[in-house]
């Protein structure tokens, strides 16, 4: 695998256009549990059950308590080498655009500045009524929490069967079409709009990398697959 490291990293040294799509796994090494897999159950439920419009409509304490919950775990925890390296990626590279699925503002918080969050922010709070948007890191009190309007907020995330902005999907898919490198890091790639997103590189001509532990469950379209932890594999990458 050394030869292969070299050769991406050279690729990505002389690369005019990088970019990075990540997934839960890039968060793993933090301690972020992962949503697919044999570890990846989020308190015994899995996203499909809770990350739902019906699921907080049905029930918006038990979905507001997980939230609470990984909010809670979220704030515990740090950036990892995987989360380091891709913010040192940036400094070094001409156009650089990270697109993540977390919620979680990891990469941020490790530095990286030109990144799309393609599935919204736990720390987001939006109200089902008034639409209010506003950053919230605090624990709320009571859950459900209530808006100054009496209607319940959310969180400002987006759940399965809801649009994605449509600003944040047309700049990923430009952005993707656009790369001379993309690495695929830390996703399960059965998720859409972000799953296609390696496939609109490489057929607009990009050299694709994945890096995950395993075989990615949705498949890969990838030219070169590194298997191992994201946050060993990539700092090698620099
Ligand atoms: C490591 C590692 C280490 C571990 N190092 N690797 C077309 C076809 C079929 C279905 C659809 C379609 N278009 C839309 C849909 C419906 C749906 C969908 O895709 N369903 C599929 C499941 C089939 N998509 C949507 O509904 C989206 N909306 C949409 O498209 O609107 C238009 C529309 C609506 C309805 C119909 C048609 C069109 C919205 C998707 C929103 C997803 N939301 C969630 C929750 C976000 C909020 C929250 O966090 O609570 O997003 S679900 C959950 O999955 C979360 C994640 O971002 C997302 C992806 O998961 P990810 O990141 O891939 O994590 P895992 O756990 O799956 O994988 C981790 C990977 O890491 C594994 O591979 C490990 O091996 C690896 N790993 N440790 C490296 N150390
Ligand atoms: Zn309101």
């Not at 430009?174 to 490198?181: L, M, N, P, S």
């Not at 609109?200 to 298997?227: C, D, F, K, Q």
Request: hydrophobic share 45%; charged share 20%.
């Amino acid at each position: 695998m050394t030869d292969e490291i070299e050769h991406i990293r050279a690729l990505i040294a002389e690369a005019g256009s990088v970019v990075v799509l990540t997934g839960a796994g890039v968060s793993a090494e933090s301690g972020v549990p992962t949503f697919r897999g044999a570890e990846g159950l989020w308190r015994n439920f899995r996203a499909e059950e809770l990350a739902t419009p019906e699921a907080f409509g049905k029930d918006p304490k038990l979905v507001w308590e997980w939230y609470a919950w990984r909010r809670g775990l979220i704030a515990a925890v740090e950036p990892n080498p995987a989360h380091y390296a891709l913010a040192e990626m940036e400094k070094k590279t001409g156009r650089f655009t990270l697109i993540t699925q977390n919620v979680d503002g990891l990469h941020t918080l490790a530095g990286s500045s030109n990144v799309i969050e393609m599935h919204g922010s736990i720390w987001q709070v939006r109200c089902t009524g008034c639409a209010i948007e506003n950053v919230e890191r605090e624990a709320f009190e009571t859950l459900p929490p209530v808006c100054a309007c009496g209607a319940l907020l959310r969180p400002g995330v987006v759940w399965f069967g809801e649009s994605l902005d449509p600003g944040v999907v047309s700049a990923s898919f430009g952005a993707a079409a656009e790369a001379d490198v993309m690495l695929v890091v830390g996703t399960s790639s059965v998720v859409q709009p972000a799953a296609s997103l390696g496939a609109e590189a490489r057929s607009a001509g990009a050299y694709v990398v994945e890096v995950n532990i395993e075989r990615a469950l949705g498949g890969s379209v990838a030219n070169a697959t590194l298997t191992g932890p994201a946050g060993e594999l990539l700092p090698r990458l620099l």
